[in-house]
């Protein structure tokens, strides 16, 4: 797939060198601070990649249970060097998360503006089903008007967003500007759903 491709930090992260780090590091300090998990929580990291954010949250806070998700066994395989311990999933369309274990929290960085909203929603019901009650998903979006001339990029409307988050079993929906990597794309959000 073309995914297997990409699997180098410039592919799936394509910003400068010395901006990795620094990005790497507010993401994932937005991530632990809105999910705010316990010791031994299991944690899904949907489109997780070569595992940038699942080594950035385990040298954060070790004692978590880390569970990447990513249609690549090319990106899996990077992973897998990356914080070895890792639970790593495999899905090809989105579909094959049904395998998940129960969550306490999942996040999904720099993901979905490459997928289709058919994808997308399977996606989102499964995390849906998997968070136990009360349990927050944490979610990184590309804003912009319907674009579907590139079959990488798709981009959403916040309103576009709020109803695949509503139509898939989420029922409380927060937006929180993402500032960190508007210098170089148009806008990102967060959405915080549960
Ligand atoms: C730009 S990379 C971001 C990787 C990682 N989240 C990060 O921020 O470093 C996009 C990732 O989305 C994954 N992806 C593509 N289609 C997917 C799908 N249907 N379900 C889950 N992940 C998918 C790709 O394999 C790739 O690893």
């Known amino acids: 797939m073309w995914w297997d491709t990409q699997a180098t930090p410039q592919g799936v992260f394509g910003v400068p060198e010395d901006d990795y780090q620094l990005f790497t590091d507010r ?30 949250m385990r040298s954060r806070q070790s004692d ?3 569970v990447g998700v990513d249609p ?25 998360i049904h395998g ?19 994808t997308v929603a399977l996606i989102l019901s499964d995390v849906a089903e998997a968070l136990w009650i009360r349990s927050k998903f944490v979610a990184q979006w590309l804003i912009g008007a319907p674009d579907n001339t590139g079959p990488m990029s798709y981009p959403r409307t916040l309103e576009q967003i709020e109803s695949l988050l509503f139509t898939t079993g989420f029922s409380d929906v927060e937006f929180v ?18």
């Open 27 to 56: 993401q994932t300090e937005f991530i632990l601070d809105t999910l705010e998990p316990w010791k031994n929580d299991r944690i899904g990291d949907i489109g997780c990649g070569i595992g940038r954010l699942l080594a950035a």
């Open 100 to 118: 998940m274990p129960r969550l306490n929290g999942a996040y999904s960085v720099l993901t979905f503006q490459h997928v289709v909203d058919s």
């Open 64 to 66: 978590l249970q880390l």
């Open 177 to 194: 500007p993402d500032w960190n990597v508007t210098r170089y794309s148009e806008e990102w959000v967060w959405t915080v759903a549960r």
């Open 72 to 96: 690549s066994p090319r990106m899996l395989a990077q992973a897998a060097l990356v914080a070895p311990p890792l639970t790593l999933i495999r899905n090809e369309d989105g579909r094959e």
